[in-house]
């Protein structure tokens, strides 16, 4: 197998495994919060109203789209400081790098947007 195809798989499967690495273990978060609640109410302790919203913060999709959105916005930004860096060198690589980093950029933009839609609604 040459450098051609080696490169491309290795790519696309760092790709897949983090993205599996971070729903495995934001479903292992869930799951450990589920599992404590469930043994606190099989040892017949109360749980209070705080303590629910304090457990619910943990798995807040509202929170997790401003971090979600801020991450991808510096992604996206390191991408474009790269892309002028290599432009430096390569004026060619300047425009393709560039377009490529527009993406993460929306991307954050899209996720800071659902933030700011999402935060003023409360659950029923």
Do not use: C
């Not at 760092?14 to 934001?26: G, K, P």
């Not at 619910?56 to 892309?83: E, K, Q, W």
């Amino acid at each position: 197998m040459g450098v051609e195809v080696l490169v491309p798989v290795a790519f696309f499967g760092t790709i897949i495994a983090t993205v599996w690495l971070v729903s495995y273990f934001n479903g292992r978060k869930r799951l450990t919060i589920h599992e404590t609640l469930r043994h606190a109410i099989d040892k017949g302790q109360s749980l209070s109203p705080e303590l629910m919203d304090r457990m619910s913060m943990v798995t807040d999709p509202v929170r997790a789209d401003l971090r979600r959105g801020v991450l991808f916005l510096a992604f996206g930004a390191a991408f474009g400081v790269l892309s002028a860096l290599i432009g430096h060198q390569e004026a060619e690589a300047l425009t393709p790098m560039l377009g490529v980093a527009t993406f993460p950029i929306f991307l954050g933009i899209a996720y800071i947007g659902l933030w700011a839609f999402g935060r003023g609604k409360s659950e029923a």
